[in-house]
């Protein structure tokens, strides 16, 4: 008798998902971007926290140098105060007694204005200016009125920013490699919330909101002659 069929082998075929079908989103680890130390011998790259690990002797090199510092801590912000002078001018911020440090924030470190950072610092170090230079980019948010919220209303609260990678951050670290932890600390800055933020720590630090403008020289040099009577 003839068979009607001849069955055949069946093959383990992989079946594809239907392109249709929604896929679980895998939570993305956020990259966090790194902190430049600019220092008379070079640029490097280091984690937010300012520890030093591994070879890298960047962090060390400034601590070091905090530690041998006389005077108070002068802290410079780049953009609008300490650009406003060229980079081989003898500045107002000189006539002030103790270190002087410029810590600039910007968007991304690896971006243009971050890498036109890194020479600039060095000019103003070569010339006497600061002794060296950190660019971070923490910062707070914008003020966001939120209802819903008993303590913040309105948001000011973001405006804070004391995470590793902010100014207030390294600012408080500098302070604490001081050898001299009453040393006074003195902060320029154009912009309100790195000035709250830094005012935020309660470490007793001089903090000083520089106006932008034409206006901004003028307040930087009454300000220093101000504070070299002191």
């Not at 100014?167 to 490699?177: C, G, M, Q, T, V």
């Not at 009453?182 to 935020?200: L, Q, R, T």
Request: glycine residues 6%; hydrophobic residues 35%; proline residues 6%.
């Amino acid at each position: 008798m003839k068979k009607l069929f001849q069955f055949k082998k069946i093959l383990n075929l992989n079946i594809m998902p239907n392109s249709k079908s929604k896929k679980s989103k895998q939570p993305v680890a956020k990259v966090e971007k790194p902190v430049v130390i600019v220092t008379a011998q070079g640029a490097s790259k280091v984690t937010n926290d300012l520890k030093p690990r591994g070879k890298d002797k960047a962090v060390k090199r400034i601590m070091k140098i905090m530690e041998n510092h006389e005077g108070p801590i002068n802290v410079i912000d780049m953009h609008n105060v300490l650009d406003l002078f060229v980079d081989n001018a003898e500045i107002p911020f000189q006539r002030l007694n103790g270190i002087r440090i410029c810590v600039s924030w910007v968007g991304n470190p690896d971006g243009e204005i971050g890498r036109a950072l890194v020479p600039d610092m060095k000019e103003r170090i070569k010339s006497g200016q600061i002794t060296f230079g950190i660019i971070c980019s923490k910062r707070g948010k914008r003020p966001k009125k939120n209802k819903r919220s008993t303590d913040d209303p309105d948001g000011v609260n973001r405006n804070i920013c004391m995470e590793p990678g902010s100014k207030a951050y390294i600012i408080n670290k500098l302070a604490e490699w001081s050898k001299n932890e009453k040393e006074e600390v003195y902060f320029f800055d154009d912009a309100p919330d790195h000035v709250n933020s830094v005012a935020s720590l309660h470490i007793g630090v001089h903090t000083y909101l520089v106006p932008r403008g034409d206006g901004g020289i003028k307040f930087l040099e009454d300000l220093c002659d101000e504070l070299q009577k002191n």
